[in-house]
């Protein structure tokens, strides 16, 4: 029974707030049956704490896997290199499943749903293009003999980077202007990467390279290019949750 209020039959009063009246509330079976009795709001409403842990992981592995390419093109004899880049797209993988696990049984989350599956999408991409490039290295490396691609390694570090700390700030949610500041960087960082593509390409096409190996460069340079468009990508999709959080 619900509500369950005591008065004389027959009686016209009107049970009144002042008065000490017994009130009986029953929860629906359901409710103690699914919290065995009981329930904590703690474990109902979730962890946001667990969703930040998760997107920050996934972060770091990209950056990881940005500065095992650099690392590549700098030691290209390293074979433990292509087996790292493979293993940072298997942990990024992993985390993305568990982020994936964690909604379905989190009730309530402290960011959007759709904003955290965004993010970890953004996120995930970063890794698997940064494995794609070395794997293409490794098939291309008799065409790149003489050619650096240490600039936009370089550039890809750096934008991996600002990302990284810009997922580590969705913790504190007050401070929007230096998110705002991190996001303007990483924006600066994706336009030199875009003029570097273009002076790339431009001596590539310039007459000096053979067709073959014109493609392969340019497939080469075209997926470093990527990798920053996934951070910048990554970085929009921040903003968003920061503008509708602040």
């Known amino acids: 029974m619900l509500n369950t209020l005591s008065f004389a039959a027959g009686s016209h009063d009107v049970p009144s707030l002042s008065r000490t009246s017994t009130f009986f509330v029953d929860f629906p079976l359901a409710i103690g049956e699914y919290c065995g009795g009981m329930f ?10 667990k969703f930040h842990q998760l997107l920050e992981a996934a972060a770091q592995e990209a950056h990881d896997s940005v500065r095992l390419v650099l690392q590549l093109i700098k030691h290209p004899r390293e074979k433990q290199t292509l087996d790292d880049l493979v293993l940072a797209r298997c942990k990024q993988k ?97 336009g030199e990467a875009d003029k570097l593509m273009l002076e790339l390409l431009r001596e590539l096409y310039s007459g000096k390279f053979d067709a073959l190996r014109a493609i392969v460069i340019r497939d080469l340079y075209e997926l470093m290019e990527k990798v920053v468009d996934r951070c910048r990508d990554a970085g929009n999709i921040i903003m968003h949750i920061m503008l509708s959080n602040s």
Do not use: C
């Open 40 to 49: 904590s709001l703690q474990q109902l409403f979730g962890k946001s704490d």
């Open 94 to 190: 992993k985390i993305a499943e568990q982020i994936s696990e964690e909604l379905v049984k989190t009730f309530l989350t402290g960011l959007e749903r759709e904003d955290i599956e965004a993010l970890a999408v953004a996120l995930r991409k970063i890794p698997k293009t940064a494995e794609k490039f070395a794997g293409r290295w490794e098939l291309a490396a008799a065409h790149l003999e003489g050619v650096d691609f240490t600039r936009q390694a370089e550039l890809m570090e750096q934008a991996t980077g600002v990302l990284l700390t810009m997922v580590q700030q969705l913790h504190d949610m007050k401070h929007l202007e230096k998110l705002k500041n991190l996001n303007d960087k990483l924006q600066y960082v994706e």
